[in-house]
């Protein structure tokens, strides 16, 4: 089985400053990886995604996020944030075959102050 | 762009009450999802279809059943609403591709009293 831990819940930070945002894994097979956005009151829209290849992945509105198998780890950053980037940012994981199953985690609600 | 939509953004409904909330989808993608959003606990499976008439339980299923008879349309039902059941739930579609991203519609905030 796999499973998706995001270890902070909440990250504020100024804008204008650098962020981080965890997201470790565990699974016995190969997966995709995926990080989601929420901004208030809508859906889950994708930033960007993981397959295979290159293991730095460039996403939407800056962010980036970096596959490390060894670690197991699949960290989005940006360089710099803005106030509109405001919202809640989810990890997910699904397995590279035979399912269409994704395991989210709970979720990283990021405030971005003036 | 895909369009996932939910007819309800917000619902408040009695204890004991039936429920639907619907979804429906214009790019005929053959996934559906039912997800139900919590505080802390982040997107939780509740059920979805591959194909018309075609479902699979999620994670947490009990005290829910879908409905698929048309590609574009995914419906939830509770058959006797409980508090516990108050929550955001959100509907989701896919190529059915492997690997392809997940289309969320807005989502229905559903209060249960």
């Known amino acids: 089985a796999q499973s998706v831990t995001q270890l902070d819940s909440q990250v504020p930070v100024f804008e204008e400053a650098p962020v981080e945002l965890r997201c470790n894994y565990s699974s016995s097979v190969s997966v995709y990886l995926f990080w989601y956005v929420q901004y208030p009151n809508q859906g889950l829209q994708l930033l960007l995604k993981?397959?295979?290849?290159?293991?730095l992945v460039k996403g939407i509105n800056g962010f980036e996020a970096e596959f490390n198998k060894s670690q197991t780890s699949f960290h989005l950053r940006k360089p710099s944030v803005h106030i509109s980037d405001t919202a809640e940012y989810f990890c997910?994981?699904?397995?590279?075959?035979?399912?269409?199953?994704?395991?989210f985690g709970t979720g990283t609600r990021l405030k971005v102050l003036a | 762009d895909v369009k996932v939509t939910q007819s309800s953004r917000y619902l408040v409904k009695r204890t004991g009450e039936k429920v639907f909330l619907e979804c429906v989808q214009d790019?005929?993608?053959?996934?559906m999802f039912w997800y139900r959003q919590d505080p802390g606990l982040g997107l939780r499976l509740i059920y979805f279809s591959y194909d018309v008439k075609m479902k699979e339980k999620g994670d947490i299923p009990e005290g829910y059943s879908v409905s698929r008879e048309k590609k574009e349309r995914f419906s939830l039902i509770l058959e006797s609403a409980s508090t516990n059941q108050t929550s955001m739930y959100l509907c989701?579609?896919?190529?059915?591709?492997?690997?392809?991203?997940?289309?969320f519609g807005s989502g229905t905030q559903l209060s249960v009293l």
């Open positions: 993981y397959l295979s290849g290159s293991t």
């Open positions: 997910a994981v699904i397995r590279s075959s035979g399912t269409y199953k994704y395991i």
């Open positions: 989701a579609t896919q190529t059915g591709q492997g690997g392809e991203k997940l289309f």
């Open positions: 790019m005929d993608h053959e996934n």
